[in-house]
């Protein structure tokens, strides 16, 4: 089992940056594919970025591609997601998320494919 930590969060014009964190515990964080999802109010829950266990491999939702940058350090147990470029509507709750899955595995892009998650970290980019 693994418990994930997000931070980073915050309050940001639009055309900022954030970096947020997600801090796992437990010794076998190389295990698990990562991701990163957000939920905005009123709307469902949807994939921002994947990451393989390796790095060697990964996804981005097409609204985020080119802005944002997931990686991880599998000796820090942590894995991070660079939000360049902000948006007004990249506001929302994020959450990091762990798969735990063989080696050469694809990360998932569904929430239905995690199961362990954050407790989520606010968002806000105003315009």
């Known amino acids: 089992q693994v418990q994930l930590v997000e931070s980073g969060g915050g309050l940001q014009q639009a055309g900022g940056s954030l970096r947020l964190s997600c801090a796992a515990s437990g010794r076998t964080f190389n295990s698990y594919a990562m991701g990163w999802f957000r939920q905005a109010p009123g709307k469902e829950r949807e994939f921002v970025a994947a990451i393989s266990r390796s790095a060697t491999i990964t996804y981005y939702a097409d609204s985020v591609k080119g802005r944002f940058t997931i990686s991880r350090d599998n000796a820090m147990n942590t894995v991070y997601l660079q939000m360049n470029s902000l948006k007004p509507e990249d506001t929302a709750v994020y959450y990091c998320?762990?798969?735990?899955?063989?080696?050469?595995?694809?990360?998932?892009?569904?929430?239905?494919?995690?199961?362990?998650w954050g407790q989520g970290t606010q968002v806000t980019v105003s315009s």
């Open positions: 998320a762990a798969d735990l899955v063989p080696p050469g595995t694809l990360p998932s892009r569904s929430p239905l494919g995690y199961d362990y």
